[in-house]
Each structure stands twice: as C-alpha cells, then as structure tokens.
C-alpha cells in the first residue's frame, strides 16, 4: 500500500515558503554520493513514499514528480500516493528532472548543497540562468525538518582493519600510488568523499550503511599528510594503530567542511583534485576556483583487483554457491510437499545458509525472493505483510548475495519448481543465450560495456523481446555490491571506460512481464586477458572468467532453441558446477542429490 504523503507535502511546502523558495530537489544519494544509504538519509524515501535505490524526488508549490529508470517503474508505481506523479525516465516523450525543471521560469529551487554532484549543479545552473531561474544552497535541508524528531540517528558501530591477507596491498602502497598520481597532475592534494573509495584506500571497513561494509568519513591526501574525519567514537585502539603506521591523521568527521574552507583560504593559486562526483558543498568550502574535476583516481584503482582480491572472490563464490544450492533443494523439497511458505520466508532461509559459510559478515543486498508477479519488479523487496505465497506452479526468481571477508557475491537464479509453459521456457532460453554470449565474448583491450550490452539482447530481440536495465555492474571485493566506473549497459556512461584485466563485472540480462514473471540470470564474471591466434594492431584481447557456481534453471531451457555451441556451455558449466560445490555439501544429502538433478547433461 501506498505511504499517505499528503500531511508531509503539506508540512514541506510550508517550510518552502519560509525559506523563499518555489521548487526543491530531493535526490536519493547521501552527502557522499552513495547509491545505498542509511536510514536517517533516506530522504526520498520518507517525503515520497518511494523506495527504489535510484531516483530524484522534485516538488513544487503545486507539483510532485519521482523521476526513475526502468527498474523501478512497476515498483514505483505501487508505492507513490496520488499526491505524486511517476516520471518514467528513458521512455519517449518523459522529461529528467532537469528537464522538468527547465520548462518553467523564474523558479528559485531550493536544495542541499551536500547531496547533489558539483558537475550536475554546475550544468544546470548554465541552464536555468536564461530562464530566470537559480539554484539556492540552503544550510539546512528542508527534508530533515519536516523529519524531525523521528529521522533515525547517524549509526554508530565500530571500525575494523580488513587484513592485507585479503587485500593485497597495504595502505602505504596505495597512498604512494595516489601521491605519485597528485604529482603527476600538478595538483597539492585531493579530497576523498566516496565512502567505499575511503574504506578501500585505508584498508578498512565499517556497517554504517545496511549490506554496505563502509563508515562515514571524508580523506583529505595531499604530498605530505593524509587526514581521515571519522567519528573517532567509532576508532578503536587496533584502527589506530593501523593508521599510526600510514601516517594517517584522525580527525573529527565534523571538522571536514571547516577544515576545507581555511585550506580553500590558504591555497594562493594551488589546486586541489576532487572527484567529478563530489558535491557541490565540497567544491564551495574549496573555493571553486581552487579545485580541479576529475573522474577519481581511487575508482579507478579500486577496480582492478589484486591477485589475493581475486582469489578472496573464487573462494566466496563457492561457499556462496553451496549455501544457495542448500537453499534451493531445501525450498523444492518443502513446496513439492505441500508446504506454504511466503517470500520472505525464503529468503530467511536463505540467509541461514548464508550464515553457516565460513567468512560471512552479512548480506550484500536485500534479498529478492520472489514468486510470480513479484518477479516483474526488478529490484523487489518482499515485506512481511504484503508478500506472497510461493508458488510452485509460477516462475521463482531469486536475486541475492553475500558480504564475506574475502568478497562481495550477487547471483541471480530463475527457476520453475512445477511445470513451466512453452512460453515460460522460450523466455527463460532466450535470456539465458544472452548470458552465455556475454560470457563467451572475446574483445580487443580498450572496449566498454556500452560496446558489448547488444550482445546480451540479440536472443531476446529474436523474439521482440527485451529489458530495461543495464547488463551488469562492477562489483566490489567486501565492499558494495554496484561499483563504478565501469560496467555494461545501454546507458551513455557506459561508453566511458573500457574494461580492464583485474576488474569484476556482472551478466545479468533478463525479461520481466508485469503481472506475471520475470526472469534474470547472473552471475559475477572477471575480466581477464586471453590468447588469441592473432593479435591485430598489437592491442591484447579481453574474455571473461565466471566466478559464480551455481546451477541454472533446468527444467526451463528450451534445448530446441539452443546451438551446439550453448548446448556444450551449459554442460560444460553444469559440470564446473557439480565438480566445485560437491565438496561443500557433503553433509547434506537432500542437497547433493538436488545438485546431481539439476546439473545433468542436456
């Protein structure tokens, strides 16, 4: 059921008029760009109703517009009250929120300096200026006061060390590389506000953001000093030792912004690196003469694994792998016997057999169980009131994954556990032969994403079929789940950088018919460098390496539309399966025998 926004809106608009201003954005990011955030910034959230991870919230004096992807439309779409509109972004004829912004005049738009990026403001305050408009920085934002008392604290857990054994770099290691780079660019330091880019440079992590291992904190690195601000409640007595060893100075994490501005006042003509991701609030301390943007050296060097990161990802791949066949032999079991279980159920279970791997922190994201309809929304969070039965005559999709300390896993599974249709089976074929294509690409180095997302739809464009998301998405090693900058997608940030050997990725394509099913197979892959009969223009050439060991829907490939060439991968991937994941079910007949079924040759 929708959340009933009337009283909040109501409350906002009248601290907008307090404030002198006509329109006020609210995205859904935290003052650290983050794409998960905690609950007291779930801003969005809270005035809309609307809980999607993505998404920009503007409301006017008379007007209230949610703006998002495809991910969300049939999700949106249930939660947002008749107080807002649903702005389906990418869709003919549908503005962004910059665009809808740009249709009026003389609008004073009012926001948080700290949660939109520099670039994005820059841009659209060029925009706004020949049509009277201007963006207005408040000190306070109007979300949290019509919170009030009832926004949730900051969360307040500890620190802790993530030991180089997993690492494979130290933090000395990693700073020298970014000093080298600071010099390089002719800049005197850089300021780090990405908060899994802070807890990866200094080899730490933290719980303040649910599924994400990552504290709120901001670096400052310069030639001769790197300061951390952190709450120091959080720095225990190991964290600090770790840091004396770097050289890196602890700081109050409320200190930052005035720390930024008696730097901003000092830099005579220096420059200082930021992140063309950063808010605007940072480049305004900075002075925005004083700053220079550009994409983040420490995105990009977070992105390609070192061998230990690497090797940490195979291992919790397959313990990952062990606990979801358990699970999925378990529910086939319960549902074959007449057991009713509803969606959150499953995915309680689930995480039990998460629990009992060896390394298990936590989730890496909410897990989507999801049966029938529920499948159709692609980012589906089941809730306990609201949730369906499983239904062993409809499709099950299962998203889901795993925070260990040696990696991060996400996986999807589809599967039929009564008798799929024709149809079912047709779509389920046709998704799982763009896996495969993506899987078997080989590429010259330098290619995007952006290059190789037409080859996970080819199979479903056979058909006239296709889906609104991206292909797949970096994944993090013990740290977020979506990592940047690359990945593979239709979208034009896709295009603006290439895959590289060392770096995780996603294959993910799917097909979902609202009200019915949906359908998704995924599965971690790692970029890696290939042999090759030639080698023209002397560029080296790029494959992928699958890392997630787990069985595919059985019952629902259609073997009459595969190749031989599909039909080999999928034995062959079957027999990986089984040969990896038998070692760790030993102890579990049900499970073993589950696995021999599923993985037999087609």
């Given at each position: 059921?929708?959340?009933?926004?009337?009283?909040?809106?109501?409350?906002?608009?009248?601290?907008?008029?307090?404030?002198?201003?006509?329109?006020?954005?609210?995205?859904?990011?935290?003052?650290?760009?983050?794409?998960?955030?905690?609950d007291?910034?779930?801003?969005?959230?809270?005035?809309s109703?609307?809980?999607?991870?993505?998404?920009?919230a503007?409301?006017?004096?008379?007007?209230?517009?949610?703006?998002?992807?495809?991910?969300?439309?049939?999700?949106?779409?249930?939660?947002l009250?008749?107080?807002?509109?649903?702005?389906?972004?990418g869709?003919?004829?549908?503005?962004?929120?910059?665009?809808?912004l740009?249709?009026?005049?003389?609008?004073?738009?009012?926001?948080?300096?700290?949660?939109i990026?520099?670039?994005?403001?820059?841009?659209?305050?060029?925009?706004?200026?020949?049509?009277?408009?201007?963006l207005?920085?408040?000190?306070?934002?109007?979300?949290?006061?019509?919170?009030?008392?009832?926004?949730?604290?900051?969360?307040?857990?500890?620190?802790?060390?993530?030991?180089?054994?997993?690492t494979?770099?130290?933090?000395?290691?990693?700073?020298?590389?970014?000093?080298?780079?600071?010099v390089?660019?002719?800049v005197?330091?850089?300021?780090?506000?990405?908060?899994?880019?802070?807890?990866?440079?200094?080899?730490?992590?933290?719980?303040?953001?649910?599924?994400?291992?990552?504290?709120?904190?901001?670096?400052?690195?310069?030639?001769?000093?790197?300061?951390?601000?952190?709450?120091?409640?959080?720095?225990?007595?190991?964290?600090?030792?770790?840091?004396?060893?770097?050289?890196?100075?602890?700081?109050?994490?409320?200190?930052?912004?005035?720390?930024?501005?008696?730097?901003?006042?000092?830099?005579d003509?220096?420059?200082?690196?930021?992140?063309?991701?950063?808010?605007?609030?940072?480049?305004?301390?900075?002075?925005?003469?004083?700053?220079?943007?550009?994409?983040?050296?420490?995105?990009?060097?977070?992105?390609?694994?070192?061998?230990?990161?690497?090797n940490?990802?195979?291992?919790?791949?397959?313990?990952?792998?062990?606990?979801?066949?358990?699970?999925?032999?378990?529910?086939?079991?319960?549902?074959?016997?007449?057991?009713?279980?509803?969606?959150?159920?499953?995915?309680?279970?689930?995480?039990?057999?998460?629990?009992?791997?060896?390394?298990?922190?936590?989730?890496?994201?909410?897990?989507?169980?999801?049966?029938?309809?529920?499948?159709?929304?692609?980012?589906?969070?089941?809730?306990?009131?609201?949730?369906?039965?499983?239904?062993?005559?409809?499709?099950?999709?299962?998203?889901?994954?795993?925070?260990?300390?040696?990696?991060?896993?996400?996986?999807?599974?589809t599967f039929?556990?009564?008798?799929?249709?024709?149809?079912?089976?047709?779509?389920?074929?046709?998704?799982?032969?763009?896996?495969?294509?993506?899987?078997?690409?080989?590429?010259?180095?330098?290619?995007?994403?952006?290059?190789?997302?037409?080859?996970?739809?080819?199979?479903?464009?056979?058909d006239?079929?296709?889906?609104?998301?991206?292909?797949?998405?970096?994944?993090?090693?013990?740290?977020?789940?979506?990592?940047?900058?690359?990945?593979?997608?239709?979208?034009?940030?896709?295009?603006?950088?290439?895959?590289?050997?060392?770096?995780?990725?996603?294959?993910?394509?799917?097909?979902?018919?609202?009200?019915?099913?949906?359908?998704?197979?995924?599965?971690?892959?790692?970029?890696?460098?290939?042999?090759?009969?030639?080698?023209?223009?002397?560029?080296?050439?790029?494959?992928?390496?699958?890392?997630?060991?787990?069985?595919?829907?059985?019952?629902?490939?259609?073997?009459?539309?595969?190749?031989?060439?599909?039909?080999?991968?999928?034995?062959?991937?079957?027999?990986?399966v089984?040969?990896?994941?038998?070692?760790?079910?030993?102890?579990?007949?049900?499970?073993t025998?589950?696995?021999?079924?599923?993985?037999?040759?087609?």
């Amino acid at each position: 059921m929708p959340t009933v926004t009337t009283d909040r809106l109501e409350k906002f608009r009248s601290l907008m008029e307090e404030h002198e201003v006509d329109a006020f954005l609210v995205p859904s990011e935290d003052a650290h760009q983050s794409e998960y955030i905690a609950d007291c910034d779930k801003r969005r959230h809270w005035i809309s109703g609307f809980t999607g991870s993505a998404g920009c919230a503007v409301i006017t004096k008379t007007e209230a517009a949610v703006f998002t992807d495809g991910r969300y439309f049939l999700q949106a779409s249930q939660q947002l009250d008749d107080n807002w509109v649903l702005m389906k972004q990418g869709l003919p004829g549908v503005p962004t929120w910059q665009e809808y912004l740009l249709q009026h005049s003389n609008l004073r738009i009012g926001m948080d300096p700290t949660l939109i990026n520099a670039v994005d403001a820059h841009h659209l305050k060029k925009q706004l200026g020949p049509l009277g408009s201007s963006l207005v920085c408040l000190d306070k934002n109007l979300v949290d006061l019509a919170w009030g008392s009832s926004r949730p604290e900051a969360p307040k857990d500890k620190i802790f060390v993530q030991p180089i054994q997993y690492t494979g770099k130290s933090v000395q290691e990693k700073l020298k590389e970014l000093r080298d780079y600071i010099v390089s660019v002719k800049v005197m330091g850089t300021v780090v506000s990405a908060l899994d880019e802070i807890a990866w440079l200094f080899n730490l992590r933290g719980s303040d953001i649910e599924c994400n291992p990552v504290f709120f904190s901001y670096a400052l690195v310069t030639v001769d000093e790197a300061v951390l601000y952190v709450d120091l409640d959080k720095v225990t007595e190991e964290v600090q030792e770790h840091l004396d060893e770097a050289s890196v100075k602890t700081k109050p994490y409320t200190d930052f912004f005035d720390d930024l501005r008696a730097l901003g006042a000092e830099l005579d003509g220096r420059k200082v690196l930021v992140n063309n991701k950063t808010s605007l609030a940072i480049e305004l301390a900075l002075g925005e003469d004083h700053v220079v943007e550009k994409r983040s050296f420490v995105t990009d060097a977070k992105a390609i694994k070192t061998p230990e990161e690497l090797n940490g990802m195979r291992a919790c791949h397959l313990r990952d792998g062990a606990a979801l066949v358990r699970y999925l032999a378990w529910l086939e079991k319960q549902l074959v016997e007449g057991v009713q279980l509803d969606e959150c159920e499953g995915a309680d279970r689930l995480e039990l057999f998460r629990r009992e791997q060896d390394h298990f922190i936590g989730l890496s994201f909410d897990t989507i169980s999801s049966t029938g309809p529920s499948g159709a929304i692609i980012h589906y969070k089941p809730e306990k009131e609201t949730c369906r039965i499983i239904d062993i005559n409809q499709i099950y999709l299962c998203d889901s994954g795993g925070q260990y300390l040696d990696g991060t896993t996400d996986v999807t599974r589809t599967f039929h556990f009564g008798a799929p249709s024709d149809y079912e089976k047709r779509c389920f074929t046709r998704v799982l032969q763009g896996h495969i294509a993506i899987d078997e690409l080989v590429f010259p180095v330098g290619t995007t994403g952006y290059l190789l997302d037409p080859f996970a739809r080819q199979a479903l464009w056979k058909d006239g079929l296709n889906f609104l998301h991206g292909t797949g998405h970096g994944v993090g090693c013990f740290l977020n789940v979506h990592e940047g900058p690359h990945g593979i997608g239709f979208r034009p940030h896709f295009n603006d950088t290439a895959l590289a050997a060392g770096m995780t990725v996603t294959d993910e394509p799917g097909y979902y018919e609202d009200g019915k099913f949906g359908i998704r197979i995924e599965n971690v892959v790692i970029v890696k460098e290939v042999e090759t009969p030639n080698n023209f223009g002397g560029r080296g050439y790029l494959g992928f390496e699958h890392v997630t060991i787990a069985p595919l829907g059985h019952n629902l490939i259609d073997v009459n539309l595969l190749t031989v060439t599909e039909r080999e991968w999928v034995n062959n991937y079957h027999q990986e399966v089984l040969e990896k994941l038998l070692p760790y079910l030993v102890h579990d007949e049900l499970a073993t025998e589950w696995l021999k079924k599923e993985t037999t040759p087609i």
